[in-house]
């Protein structure tokens, strides 16, 4: 116990050094191994998980013998494992923004590019330590019973303007780049972000916007009419709208968010993590999880196999991808903690 | 009755009883619209209902997940509430009786576990489960429980313990009976209505205790609140309304029961 | 004698030491070190952020919720101590009741309330009060009114369980002496009840300073409170040097809060804990 203590802590490098040599001793019996029987992997859980169970895990376990075991990716275990090195998960996906300040904190393994093919990726998504495996969008959404048809903003300048109340996220992600859309800003020349006109233009709305939670928070408070116009993202209203909840939405000047395939830093599986990653990024695997949730592929590729309803909810389609842009995840990676710092005394 | 009632007095009769039926009401409201929402056929959670279905129940039990992390939870809880009940009794005695010098800050330190946010303590003892071996089962999560329900027992009981004098225990010490005795016939009989009380409080806790089962649980052995938190992270549906129900149910005919036993015995031992 | 009962510490220590005190002592560590030896994170605490702010919000709201806790609770228990049998039963079974259903899934229910089409709003227009919604989300009425929901329970039954001690005998006495019911109620029920009252006060602002759904989701960003910062230090930038110079700072704060507390109730009750 006490040797646990220690390490964390005091002469950090040099035990550090000390404790990586005995972890890798500790896991030669696990490269000896031939394959492992299981692998958990990491995600957010839900229909999510359901939908992956179908489309990756199954195709995955018939191929390898290897079972799936889900497990939800609770952020602050991440850092918790490699720095213990008790790993529990032997891949694990996270939104984007979060891996990219994981992988500048040490807690992510290299991706291995000869086992997973970027070639057909969209510009962006493949990154040293992560690859982004689905993309959503952060967009304007209204009430239909209480914004006539033909009323609704049509970019987020006009959404700065409706009348009544809007709903925005409560952190500063997205909700930055959104304000400094709304201040005429272009949708390419976002980053670096100009914090000062982002508040600016945060304080005109100040009075009238409802800060949600979470993601299931925005679709509520957007069927339940508590607000006219919010930002939400796509996969939280388009099943709502379907099912004839009055909530209606559209994908000019969007925000593009990612979730992305990561693997815990020394965690004992690699190969076949690397292995997995490569086949949840493949065309097929991609477009059979588009037809279930509406976050769109990464790989080019996939679009071609879906049909063109299919194509018209997902963010990353060609005429849907033209009217946003993509979260610049190295900026949040960078800046976020201070940025996220004066957003909090902003909202004070 | 009184014939001196004064009329604040008199006024007070009628008004307390209404007032405690208002806030009763109050304590359940949500209780009742959450049945109601458990019921809807739509897809998303929306009060009123536009239609009634019992599909959300159907879904629930089609999943096997959650009979399991409802057990898991009392797996967990069970044990927690108890072992918060003998350590948080002990450390009332102690500090109450016990006549000790540094007891404010002794009396601090056991109340500190129930101030800090959860997210601190799961950081702080994942490692420590880890090296004794304990990550990912029941006895982590129901060690990690005990921690933050001990000072809600310890708070309850003391405030009973201070509310007796000690004359009676000393009294019968006095007359030569030794420390378990005392407290079996003296000290117990006394203080067992708060002890059920804090135990009560302490399961509850467990019960609703998210950030330490989603670091000291694993796939096997988690609770319902980390269930409900997962699968609400992705949509939030009529199903956990309906496992809201089920659980608040199975609650209402536990505490039936208890109190079905316990008239059973008065009435048994009446003579 | 007094030096037997100090031994039964012994268990609770070793328990408490090895799993609440060498955790925390790595986690307070860590606002020392993490991500460099010295007091970066404490200066950043104290600094111009927004930390110093979130933490009298904290607390503020903290006594907010545990004085309306007693103004709400003292009646209702001081009705069912004289309750017997079913119906106290009854009354003790619906104040359990919201104890079994989950915070994050009671906050909801309350957001069903307040919002502008909500059932508070149906009532209001039904009776003629309003004429158009009010809106009350995000505000300070649904954080009482949920946090309230939720800690009135804690409240209740600490003063339950030290009412129904009282012995009637005293109280009949004194009103046999000539003393008038409410004059009985303040000189004798009232101090009878206090350890009741104090364990109440005690354990509902303490576990109000670590709320974190219920203001979350009903508070707007103006009412965040200490956990959250916590939170999103240690989960959203892995900071977690941060979020252990946060949470130590919360743990002084209210620590003090505590015997400061403790000094100013203290009665001849609780004197005992302070000596």
Known sequence: MRRHGMTTRTTRRGVLKGAAAASAVLAFPAVLRAAPSQMVIATGGGKLEETYQKVIYAPWTAKTGIKIVGAPNTSAKLKAMVEQKAYEWDLCQVAAEFAAQAAQQGLLEPLDYGMIDKSKLLGGTAHPHFVMSDVAAYHIAWNTKNVKAGAEPKSWAEFWKAAGRRGLWKRPFQTMEVALMADGVAKDKLYPLDVERAFKSLDKIKSSTLFWNTGAQSAQILIDGEVEVSATWNGRVHDPKRAGAPVDYHFNQALFVSDAWAIPKGAPNKKEAMEFIALAMSAQSQADFAKHIPYGPTNTAALSLLDAVTKEALPSSEANFAKGSFLDVTYWADNGDRVGELFNKWTL | ?271 | ?275
């Open chain 3, 1 to 275: 004698m007094a030096g037997g009962y100090a031994w039964l510490l012994a268990a609770p220590a070793a328990f408490l030491a090895l799993f609440f005190a060498w955790p925390l002592v790595r986690v307070v560590w860590r606002g020392f070190t993490d991500p460099v030896l010295g007091l970066g994170n404490y200066a950043r605490v104290f600094g111009d952020g927004p930390y110093l702010r979130v933490m009298l919000n904290t607390i503020e709201t903290a006594a907010t919720v545990t004085a309306l806790c007693l103004l709400v609770a003292y009646p209702v228990a001081y009705v069912m101590a004289k309750t017997r049998g079913r119906w106290l039963q009854i009354m003790a079974a619906l104040v359990l009741i919201p104890l079994w259903t989950s915070v994050v899934i009671r906050s909801y229910a309350w957001m069903v309330v307040f919002q502008r089409r909500g059932v508070l709003n149906d009532l209001l227009l039904a009776t003629g009060l309003v004429d158009a919604p009010v809106s009350f989300l995000p505000g300070a009425l649904g954080v009482h009114v949920g946090m309230v929901h939720i800690m009135l329970p804690f409240m209740v039954l600490p003063l339950l369980s030290s009412m129904r001690a009282i012995d009637g005998t005293l109280l009949r006495a004194a009103e046999v002496l000539g003393a008038s019911p409410t004059k009985v109620f303040w000189r004798v029920f009232l101090p009878l009840s206090l350890p009741g009252l104090n364990a109440g006060v005690a354990l509902v602002f303490m576990t109000s300073l670590g709320f974190f759904v219920t203001p979350a989701l009903l508070g707007g960003p103006q009412h965040m409170m200490a956990a959250v910062l916590i939170e999103q230090q240690a989960n959203t930038y892995l900071n977690w040097g941060m979020a252990s110079a946060l949470s130590s700072t919360l743990l002084v704060v209210t620590l003090a809060i505590y015997v400061v507390y403790l000094r100013v109730s203290g009665g001849a009750a609780d004197a005992a804990l302070v000596r």
């Open chain 2, 1 to 271: 009755m009184t014939p001196r009632g004064d009329a604040l007095a008199r006024a007070m009769r009628v008004l307390l009883p209404c007032f405690t039926v208002l806030v009763l009401l109050y304590l359940t409201l949500p209780s009742i619209l959450i049945v109601l929402m458990s019921l809807s056929d739509q897809t998303y959670l929306t009060f009123p209902p536009p239609g009634w279905s019992l599909r959300w129940y159907r879904t629930m039990t089609e999943d096997t997940s959650w009979p399991q992390a409802a057990l898991n939870s009392f797996v967990v809880g069970v044990p927690a509430a108890a072992l918060s009940v003998v350590l948080g009794t002990q450390a009332a005695l102690a500090l109450t009786r016990g006549r000790l010098r540094f007891a404010a800050i002794a009396s601090a330190c056991i109340v500190a576990p129930m101030l800090l946010p959860h997210v601190i303590m799961a950081i702080g003892l994942y490692p420590v489960m880890l090296d004794l071996g304990l990550l990912r089962s029941y006895t982590a999560a129901i060690l990690a429980h005990a921690v933050v329900a001990l000072p809600l027992v310890f708070i309850i009981v003391s405030a009973s313990l201070r509310g007796y004098g000690e004359s009676l225990e000393l009294a019968a010490m006095v007359c030569g009976a030794g420390p378990c005795a005392t407290f079996r016939h003296i000290t117990f009989p006394m203080i067992r209505m708060s002890m059920a009380v804090g135990g009560l409080l302490a399961f509850a806790t467990s019960f609703d205790e998210l950030m330490l089962s989603l670091f000291l649980t694993g796939p096997g052995t988690r609770t319902l609140p980390r269930l409900i938190w997962e699968q609400m992270n992705a949509y939030l549906t009529p199903t956990i309304a309906a496992v809201a129900t089920l659980v608040l149910v199975l609650s209402l005919v536990l505490l039936g029961a208890a109190a079905l036993l316990q008239r059973g015995r008065i009435e048994g031992s009446a003579p």
